[in-house]
């Protein structure tokens, strides 16, 4: 570190946030409801969200992008540990004044962007120009996403950043950065549920590939402003320096993706809407006997190598037979019923 990182670290460490309204009062200050329709819901106890930035790790001279922040609860334990720079994007315009104000107070000790916009749009790559990049097997990144995250899109934004740490591209362009973000209880015990639990699903398998999930505590619903119909679960995932497979991402995930669209039936059943008709049967076989796998068994009973070897198999029918790499089951499906 250089001595102006030095000097800068200790200004920062010396550093105290002004005395500021509490959350609550801004929130009604501003006149500020959460939107259903937005999956909105506003985390008031500081000693919450002071513990979900602590389960994010050390993010002190650190880069921090922020999931939807809404009034700020979050942001402000996140600026209490001083990172170097810490990007917030919010879609809801009505959180500006908020995280403006934030903004404002933490000016002189370190950088805070904010960003209008879609999180499933923005480009995370461009979010810290000045972090350095770091090998991959080496170090983890100094790179933190943290977020309270809508329920409505939540699986969506996380297979989206798996797809990324495959790829090594978006915030993992950076390293191996982690995420610590919120799920509601039963889509977090999903993601780290292990082979044979009833609860084992696409998630399941897709993060046991390229990173490692964990459950760090339970939120009751009650803490949430308005109160969620669940609870919420706070996981911590930090990818992994090796994964699993080699295969390419949209493989995996596409077959994963349809070994559990049945998963109370044999995982022979989803796998054969990979292939069109006339050769279903056929192939649908031949993956089995080429991955080795049972086809009586049923999807959670499937270890993640066994997904990883249907996957293969797969790929290797798809290279042998290009005509089948397009069909769409569901899509064929829609067709059929317009009939």
């Known amino acids: 570190m250089t001595s102006s990182a030095v000097l800068n670290s200790a200004v920062r460490a010396g550093a105290r946030l002004p005395p500021l309204p509490t ?22 106890d500081e000693r919450l969200t002071n513990k979900i930035v602590r389960a994010a790790g050390n993010i002190t001279d650190g880069y921090v992008l922020e999931v939807g922040p809404g009034p700020g609860g979050i942001t402000r334990s996140i600026i209490k540990k001083f990172p170097r720079h810490l990007v917030v994007v919010e879609k809801d ?52 996403l943290i977020g309270n995250l809508p329920f409505a899109i939540s699986t969506r934004l996380l297979i989206n950043w798996l797809r990324d740490i495959s790829l090594k591209t978006g915030a993992w362009s950076f390293g191996r950065s982690s995420m610590t973000l919120t799920f509601q209880k039963e889509v977090a015990e999903r993601i780290i549920a292990p082979i044979s639990a009833q609860n084992r699903c696409r ?30 679960g706070v996981v911590s995932i930090i990818p992994l320096k090796t994964p699993l497979t080699t295969i390419h991402f949209d493989i995996v995930e596409k077959v994963v993706r ?10 022979r059943r989803g796998v054969s809407n990979l292939y069109p008709p006339p050769l279903r049967e056929e192939l649908t076989e031949l993956t089995f006997r080429i991955a080795d796998v049972d086809p009586l068994a049923r999807p959670f009973q499937l270890s993640t190598d066994e997904c ?12 042998a037979n290009p005509e089948i790499e397009n069909y769409n089951y569901r899509a064929q499906k829609n067709n059929d019923e317009d009939l």
């Open 23 to 44: 959350i609550r009062d801004l929130v009604r200050l501003y006149k500020l409801r959460a939107i259903k329709q937005l999956s909105q819901n506003f985390l008031m």
């Open 93 to 144: 315009r009505r959180f500006l004044p908020t995280l403006e104000l934030l903004s404002e107070v933490s000016n002189g000790f370190m950088q805070m962007d904010i960003v209008r916009g879609d999180i499933l749009q923005y480009q995370t790559e461009t979010a810290f120009p000045d972090c350095p990049r770091f090998d991959w097997n080496d170090k983890r990144a100094p790179v933190h």
């Open 203 to 232: 998630l399941s398998v897709m993060n046991q590939i390229w990173s490692r999930a964990e459950l760090k505590f339970l939120i009751p619903g009650k803490a949430f402003v308005p109160k969620p119909d669940v609870d919420v």
């Open 258 to 267: 349809h070994i559990f669209s049945m998963r109370q039936k044999y995982c």
């Open 308 to 319: 990883l070897r249907i996957a293969g198999a797969y790929e290797q029918l798809v290279r």
